[in-house]
């Protein structure tokens, strides 16, 4: 029966070529002549009944030659529908009163039958099949392939691997998982198919309209916990518009099983379709097109010069504030910080981290005519920072995740020794089964209802360090696990390299940000901890570098800056309070001076000064980058700020603040006017 039904469909595209065939064969040509309009007319008139004509004749002849074919394949053209009996004579017939109760049955049965309508055909295991897959695609599609690559190509800048690199992965598990489903779905029989295949679609269709309308106020993934409270009229629209679609399509079901079944198909295919228009789109950019071609790694974090060092720690978020309510607490918190002076007047440079970072790895500053989509490409060309430490024989140890685009690791690349090409590093192909752990709850976070979000809550670098294969030894991706980097250096400690007496090593750790997973003593807590506590860990852990750095004897001539990539700020809100980055630096001394208690000065410095500090350290040229925190005079001073203006999902917009007086005196903040449109990132 199979067989006669395909070679009757076959029949019937061959019918719909030859009338497309016709149709093009017909199309007039161009002639260019004058025609008496009255002549026209009729002409018009003549081809229009030809035309009509020769349809009908076509018609004809077409549904006739299908019946024939139906008879050959003894296909039953009447087959579940309702057409009228033979007629016969019964007054004359003895069993006339029989005739005529059988008759007034079949009418009562054909009656009940419109009543309740088309029922629908009974499916074999092919049918169902074929349905499911089509469901599970658009569900498995939606929330497991679709999700997840619109995610990661927008984390680029805070990910360790690109679209370009996940895309196989997630695409081959996401059609295993679909087939998988099918065959699941396809193995109920009857009304509960119907229910099975209704609920698939139904949950897709959820978590694709979730995604559109309903994630408007979703926060993004930069660890902060997710407290229903804060957004308790979008969970109850969530919830009832889920709801609301799966009690309406099983109540379609139910009544309709025949049409919703083909809607089934439809709906599915009309939005793969959609979305897979969407995910096509995200390769435009180049950067997303190709894989990683360069990986930082591992190498050199827990070592150091035989003779000289200069050691930059970046903890994240950490602010003066913080650090202050911190020292009120526990004035003893940084007595291993000797020789160290801790400038509490210190502004930033940019906020958040993917624009923070980068200024501190180059010292550039974007300019108010500059365009920002050329800037973020080439942050690091023509740059002489990272350049300068080099050429002062410095070996170079980068460790962080927000370098910034893969034409900036190409442009450093050259310089930092730990970067290198991702063919080269050993297991630097994605870990699979975590990377489709990781982004499987990336893409429940995203699709499912407010009211479950918090069950798939996740950050940044949970995501890469399930996804990155640490491999063994130095030679594996550097991924933001202040944990791991601690265990590492109480367990292996640190060592003086074997091939470089001057090193240069910055060191970017989580520090005050969330999530806040650490106690006070660098270890991972049972439970959430808090910010003073983590903060208190991160202090711990610097301090545990330093005693180790003074067992090796290289503590006095080593110089060491303790600093923030940013202040206490999350996105979306606007700055409303001061945000000023930590800054204690150490110069080379001698043993005396490298054994005095810390310092505090007041002096109006910061990141703008930061450059110049370092390049005085390696003994380069600091005078083109200004002065360092060591040179610069009391009393006022201008000093800049961009932030950035965000909508929660993509930053808009970079504001420049001046700051003259009191970093930590709001009222000495004041915006100056330049603005620099940003495109979406993240």
Request: aromatic content about 10%.
């Amino acid at each position: 029966m199979m067989a006669a039904r395909f070679m009757l469909r076959a029949y019937d595209a061959l019918c719909l070529a030859l009338v497309a065939l016709v149709l093009t064969a017909l199309q007039p040509g161009v002639a260019l002549a004058y025609v008496d309009p009255s002549v026209m007319t009729y002409t018009i008139q003549a081809l229009a009944g030809v035309a009509v004509a020769l349809s009908a004749v076509l018609g004809v002849a077409l549904r006739r030659s299908r019946r024939v074919i139906m008879r050959l394949l003894h296909i039953d053209e009447n087959a579940n529908k309702e057409v009228e009996p033979p007629v016969s004579r019964v007054v004359s017939r003895a069993d006339r009163a029989a005739v005529l109760a059988a008759a007034d049955e079949g009418a009562r049965q054909a009656k009940e039958r419109l009543r309740r309508g088309k029922q629908p055909r009974r499916l074999g295991w092919g049918r169902r099949f074929g349905l499911a897959l089509a469901a599970s695609a658009f569900l498995v599609g939606t929330v497991f392939v679709v999700a997840p690559l619109e995610v990661v190509a927008g984390s680029a800048t805070s990910l360790v691997f690109s679209l370009a690199d996940a895309w196989p992965i997630i695409l081959v598990a996401g059609c295993v998982g679909a087939v998988a489903l099918a065959l699941v779905a396809s193995a109920v029989r009857g009304r509960a198919f119907d229910v099975v295949l209704t609920l698939i679609v139904a949950v897709g269709l959820c978590c694709y309209v979730q995604a559109l309308f309903l994630n408007q106020s979703l926060p993004i993934a930069d660890g902060s916990p997710l407290y229903l409270e804060w957004y308790k009229t979008i969970t109850v629209i969530s919830t009832a518009a889920w709801v609301a679609i799966i009690a309406g399509l099983l109540v379609l079901c139910r009544w309709k099983t025949g049409v919703w079944r083909s809607l089934t198909v439809v709906i599915s295919l009309c939005l793969i379709l959609v979305q897979g228009v969407g995910v096509a789109s995200l390769f435009a950019s180049e950067e997303q097109r190709v894989p990683s071609e360069y990986v930082l790694t591992k190498e050199g974090l827990y070592e150091v010069g035989s003779e000289s060092n200069v050691i930059v720690f970046v903890l994240d978020t950490f602010d003066t504030k913080l650090m202050n309510r911190l020292l009120e607490n526990d004035p003893n918190l940084l007595d291993d910080f000797t020789g160290f002076t801790y400038f509490e007047n210190s502004t930033g440079s940019m906020i958040p981290t993917r624009y923070g970072v980068p200024f501190l790895l180059s010292g550039r500053m974007p300019e108010p005519d500059e365009d920002f989509d050329v800037l973020w490409n080439n942050w690091y060309a023509g740059t002489e920072f990272l350049p300068d430490i080099a050429k002062a024989g410095y070996a170079e140890g980068v460790y962080t995740d927000s370098l910034g685009s893969q034409a900036a690791h190409a442009t450093v690349d050259e310089y930092v020794d730990n970067i290198h090409p991702s063919n080269e590093v050993d297991s630097s192909s994605l870990d699979p089964w975590g990377l489709l752990d990781a982004v499987e709850k990336m893409a429940l976070y995203r699709d499912a209802p407010w009211l479950l979000k918090p069950l798939f809550w996740f950050y940044t670098d949970e995501v890469n360090n399930k996804a990155a294969n640490a491999g063994e030894g130095d030679v594996a991706p550097y991924v933001m696990n202040d944990w791991a980097y601690y265990e590492g250096l109480l367990t292996d400690g640190l060592k003086v390299s074997e091939s470089d007496d001057k090193a240069f090593r910055f060191i970017h750790l989580l520090g005050a940000h969330y999530p806040f997973v650490l106690d006070e003593t660098g270890h991972v807590a049972s439970s959430e901890t808090n910010q003073d506590r983590q903060s208190i860990g991160s202090i711990k852990m610097v301090s545990e570098y330093l005693a180790q750095l003074k067992a090796l004897g290289l503590y006095d001539e080593a110089t060491i800056i303790v600093t923030a990539d940013h202040g206490d700020w999350y996105l979306a809100d606007e700055i409303h309070e001061p945000s000023t980055p930590i800054l204690l630096v150490k110069p080379s001394e001698n043993a005396q001076q490298a054994a005095q208690p810390l310092k505090v000065s007041k002096v109006p410095t910061g990141h703008v000064d930061y450059p110049a500090t370092v390049i005085d350290a390696v003994g380069g040229d600091s005078s083109k980058y200004g002065p360092t925190v060591f040179e610069v005079p009391e009393g006022s001073r201008d000093r800049y700020y961009w932030m950035t203006a965000s909508d929660g999902r993509h930053d808009l917009v970079l504001r420049e603040y001046l700051i003259n007086g009191d970093v930590l005196d709001f009222d000495d903040w004041e915006l100056t006017g330049r603005e620099i449109d940003l495109h979406p990132y993240g």
